[in-house]
Each structure stands twice: as structure tokens, then as C-alpha cells.
């Protein structure tokens, strides 16, 4: 199992990648009241037929060639579950798909969130061709980033792994994070 939603993100936003995704969509969103976090990832790559869906939880089904297993959703679902919540993904042939992960965030089973801001940061800057919109919210205080804004920005001729456009974009995440959190640890 893994030790931390976000790797678990990255997994699935790994996934997305594979599926030949343009744009890919994750948000975190986390409401201490009714103490709930959802974290979905959502693409609009290649999807999945029925069949496939219907077997993407299972541990022994993987559409890789390089190996009999895919353990990255399985365990995804297996995480979300055992605090109590919930777990759904959607696919259709062509369209794309959308994986929304549920947690009990009192939960004792409850993975920590983890590095969410290295993983949408490495997410961004090594993946040149694809688009992310990102949503934070803790309690309603909540940011987002959407690369084709800052792309349009940088006038497209620079690339977000420049050293500069890499750091920008690690702070941003950073302070905004920061500011939604106000102390939250998730």
C-alpha cells in the first residue's frame, strides 16, 4: 500500500498520462465540519470500455504489457474504504475518465494527504504537453491553477521545467496551500 494520498494521485494522474490525456484535472478538497476529504482525478484521455472498467479494481487486471498487476487503483479504492468512504471511477471509450476517492478524515486508517505540492509540482514540469488544473480547498478557503493560464502568461515559448518557471510554480503551490490550510495538517 502506499504510504500517502498523493502518491496515490500521482498514480492515477500517471495513468491519465498513459491514457494520452491533454488535460488533466485533480482536486482536493477537504471540509473539517463534516469531516470529509474527496480527492478526485479526472483526464480526458482515451477511457475505458465497459469490460475494462469493470476490472480496473481488480489487483490481478492491468492493461500493461510489462507486468500481470496493476496495484495503484486497487490500493486507491482499498485507502479511501477503509476510513469508512467512498470510491467511484467513471470511464467512457473516447471521453475520458474521472476516479473521485472519498476519506473519513478522523479516520485512524486514514493515510496522511501527503506531499500534494511535490506531486502537482513534478506532475506539471515533467509532463511538457499536458494541461493541469489543480483545486485546493480546506473549509472553503481554496485556490487553483490552471497551466494554459500560465502558459499563456509565459507566451508559450517557455518551458514550465525552466529553472525559474519550476520554482515559480513550486512556491505558488507552496504559499497558496499555506494560506488554505491555516494550519491544517492533512
Do not use: W
Not at 463534516?34 to 492493461?63: H, I, N, R, Y
Amino acid at each position: 500500500m502506499m504510504t500517502e494520498i498523493s502518491l496515490n494521485i500521482l498514480d492515477v494522474a500517471q495513468n491519465s498520462v498513459s491514457a494520452g490525456a491533454s488535460l488533466i484535472e485533480i482536486s482536493v478538497i477537504a471540509d473539517t465540519e463534516s469531516d470529509m476529504m474527496s480527492v478526485t482525478v479526472k483526464d480526458d484521455g482515451c477511457g475505458m470500455a465497459e469490460e475494462q472498467l469493470s476490472k480496473v479494481t481488480d489487483p490481478f487486471f492491468t492493461t500493461r504489457t510489462t507486468r500481470n498487476i496493476g496495484l495503484g487503483v486497487p490500493f486507491f479504492k482499498m485507502s479511501a474504504e477503509s476510513t469508512g468512504g467512498r470510491f467511484k471511477i467513471e470511464s467512457e471509450k473516447g471521453r475520458g475518465t474521472c476516479v473521485t476517492a472519498e476519506f473519513i478524515l478522523s479516520s485512524i486508517d486514514r493515510m496522511p494527504l501527503g506531499d500534494i505540492t511535490g506531486t502537482v509540482h513534478t506532475l506539471i514540469v515533467f509532463n511538457a504537453d499536458i494541461d493541469f488544473i489543480y483545486c485546493y480547498s480546506v473549509d472553503g478557503r481554496s485556490f487553483r491553477l490552471d497551466t494554459r493560464e500560465f502558459r499563456e502568461i509565459l507566451g508559450g515559448g517557455i518551458p514550465f521545467s525552466e529553472p525559474e518557471v519550476s520554482a515559480y510554480i513550486r512556491d505558488y503551490l507552496t504559499e497558496n496551500k499555506e494560506t488554505a490550510d491555516e494550519g491544517i495538517i492533512l
